[in-house]
């Protein structure tokens, strides 16, 4: 339950953080892009169960997943390693993942 208020609080500050910076995903975003930028979340979201600390991303909602991204990109929420990868993503890069995440069953 916890996990859960957590999750439903980061996307909640999340979408208040994108409001305020003109949130949404690129429509040129390019899921083939998305794979191949993949391999580093992969590292840590491969293992992402309802029950770990580290969610599972696979067939996030597009909207969500360049929400929370870009809220760790400005660090508006916190957790150091996230806001250093997302840190290193261009919007383009972040639309594109989105893309793949949201079109992808965990393997």
Do not use: W
């Not at 910076?21 to 191949?36: I, Q």
């Amino acid at each position: 339950m916890r996990r859960l208020l957590v999750l439903a609080a980061t996307v909640a500050i999340a979408s208040a953080a994108a409001m305020r910076h003109g949130a949404g995903t690129s429509r040129a975003a390019d899921a083939e892009f998305g794979r191949y930028l993949a391999s580093e979340c992969l590292t840590c979201h491969r293992t992402g169960t309802a029950t770990s600390t580290i969610p599972n991303i696979f067939g996030m909602a597009e909207s969500t997943f360049g929400i929370v991204m870009r809220a760790y990109r400005g660090r508006e929420l916190p957790n150091p390693v996230m806001q250093n990868i997302a840190s290193r993503l261009t919007d383009e890069e972040i639309a594109a993942l989105a893309l793949y995440f949201s079109e992808t069953k965990q393997p």
